[in-house]
């Protein structure tokens, strides 16, 4: 658990370090596409990262762990409606089950991430009370790496490994339903998300075929963040700048930060 929390720091202060854009699957403040000036639309680009601990995945002892930088661009319309992309790559991601009493952890290169998104603002009141809904679709690449069974391992190009299927990677489609209180620079929010993950990884290993492809077990979870909003004279052209810190529990354990530009 310790080691965990280490690793989201890590994660959290090179987010905030480094320029390069990142990626992260939170819902982010949803009354953010409102914009604080008299424009209709805004660009926003996105720099964060995401650091999954514990999704829980409907196999035996089936739980995967994501750590993620990638970056997110977004149009904001109307001042009540943000659609966005989001593409990057993990740092880190396996995957651990239990099959026939035999424990099982598939490490996977590298790999692509791309994701969709589109949040909208509801309703708003004259206390800055704010009910916005998110829908969003994220898609990970798992190329195998090596795969541990017990105390053996065996790496992608290994003659034991026959045949190894995982065409259709990580997935998972999310709907939020989000709460906010937004105040002229701190916005905390809470809300509800309902998600479908599954995972395509289908290995056979010394001509023993063994499929792992599952859903997640748990679809309903919460998720709880806040956004600081800073004004920076300094800036030309009035751009704006947030940054946001959001944990998701229950369907997953998960921690993000980001760091916003909005044109």
């Known amino acids: 658990m310790r080691f965990a929390i280490r690793k989201c720091i890590v994660i959290f202060v090179f987010v905030l370090g480094v320029s390069t854009v990142a990626y992260g699957t939170p819902v982010g403040l949803i009354s953010d596409s409102e914009s604080s000036s008299e424009q209709e639309t805004a660009l926003t680009i996105g720099v964060f990262a995401d650091c999954v601990n514990d999704r829980k995945m409907d196999i035996d002892s089936g739980a995967i762990e994501i750590d993620a930088v990638g970056v997110r661009i977004s149009f904001d319309a109307f001042k009540r409606y943000k659609y966005y992309m989001e593409l990057g790559e993990t740092l880190d991601f396996t995957y651990s089950y239990v099959i026939q009493g035999e424990d099982y952890t598939a490490d996977f290169n590298t790999n692509f991430i791309w994701g969709l998104g589109a949040s909208a603002l509801i309703l708003k009141w004259d206390n800055g009370l704010q009910l916005g809904a998110n829908l969003s679709y994220r898609q990970i690449s798992n190329d195998l790496?090596?795969?541990?069974?017990d105390s053996a391992t065996y790496y992608d190009d290994d003659t034991e490994i026959s045949s190894c299927n995982t065409k259709g990677g990580f997935k998972e489609y999310?709907?939020?339903l989000e709460l906010s209180w937004k105040t002229e620079y701190f916005s905390p929010y809470i809300g509800i998300k309902?998600?479908?993950?599954?995972?395509?990884f289908d290995i056979t290993v010394s001509g023993v075929a063994r499929n792992a492809s599952?859903?997640?077990?748990?679809?309903?979870?919460?998720?709880v963040g806040c956004t600081f909003s800073p004004k920076l004279n300094i800036l030309p052209n009035n751009e704006q700048v947030s940054i946001n810190v959001e944990g998701r529990l229950i369907d997953e354990n998960a921690v993000s930060a980001s760091l916003n530009f909005k044109f």
């Open 145 to 149: 790496t090596k795969v541990s069974i």
């Open 194 to 200: 309902c998600s479908e993950a599954e995972i395509d």
């Open 174 to 176: 999310q709907a939020a």
């Open 214 to 223: 599952e859903e997640a077990k748990e679809k309903y979870g919460v998720f």
